[in-house]
Every structure is written in C-alpha cells, then in structure tokens.
C-alpha cells in the first residue's frame, strides 16, 4: 500500500520558518519525481517546489530564495524547509510522488502565516 504522510506544519509568524516532512512508503522512492504543492482558501493549486531522482530542484517564483526542497533516498523522505514565511504562503502543503503516469498524493498540512 503507498502511503505519502505529511507532517512539521503549523502557525508561525510573518519571517519564521518551518520544516515540512514527506514520508513515503510502498514504493521505489529513488526513482520518483517528488513535488510539493499547495493550495490556499479560494485558490487554484500550485506547485511549489519539485526535485528529480538525480536531485535537481525547480521552485516557484514567489518562493526562490526562501525554501528549500531536498529528499533522503535512504529514508524515502522528501522535506521543504520553508523560510522568510509570508502571509500569502498560507496554504495545505501536499506532496506529490511522480512516475511516468504514476501519481500518487499525500493528505496535505496546513500552514498557517499570521501575528
């Protein structure tokens, strides 16, 4: 059974940080295509940040310079160190797994920018 399991979202000020977590399981994690998105109240969802099997990473505009992708093939984890956090980053963060045609998606965190 694959399951994608996000976790490390929250509340934070305007300027803090947070890690998020991907944990995957039941499938060949090295392999796959791993992306964050998110999806803010109202809005449509966009993608955030990507890392290939080889490690190369792709970012959203709005976010370059501020977060960070980065996976673990040994522990099958992709994380998004998110820093400098703005209002308009409140959102349901949600990981993606990506093969070929296969997808598969996390259940999403909630990160939440506010004083």
């Known amino acids: 059974q694959v399951q994608l399991t996000e976790s490390g979202g929250g509340l934070v000020q305007p300027g803090g940080s947070l890690r998020l977590s991907c944990a995957t399981s039941?499938?060949?994690?090295?392999?796959?295509?791993m992306g964050w998105y998110r999806q803010a109240p109202g809005k449509q969802r966009e993608l955030v940040a990507t890392?290939?099997?080889?490690?190369?990473?792709n970012y959203l505009d709005s976010v370059k310079g501020r977060f960070t992708i980065s996976r673990d093939n040994a522990k099958n984890t992709v994380d998004l160190q998110m820093n400098s956090l703005k209002r308009e980053d409140t959102a349901v963060y949600s990981c993606?797994?990506?093969?070929?045609?296969?997808?598969?998606w996390g259940q999403g965190t909630q990160v939440t920018v506010s004083s």
């Open positions: 890392i290939t099997s080889g490690g190369r990473t």
């Open positions: 993606n797994a990506r093969w070929g045609t296969t997808v598969y």
């Open positions: 039941g499938i060949n994690f090295s392999v796959y295509f």
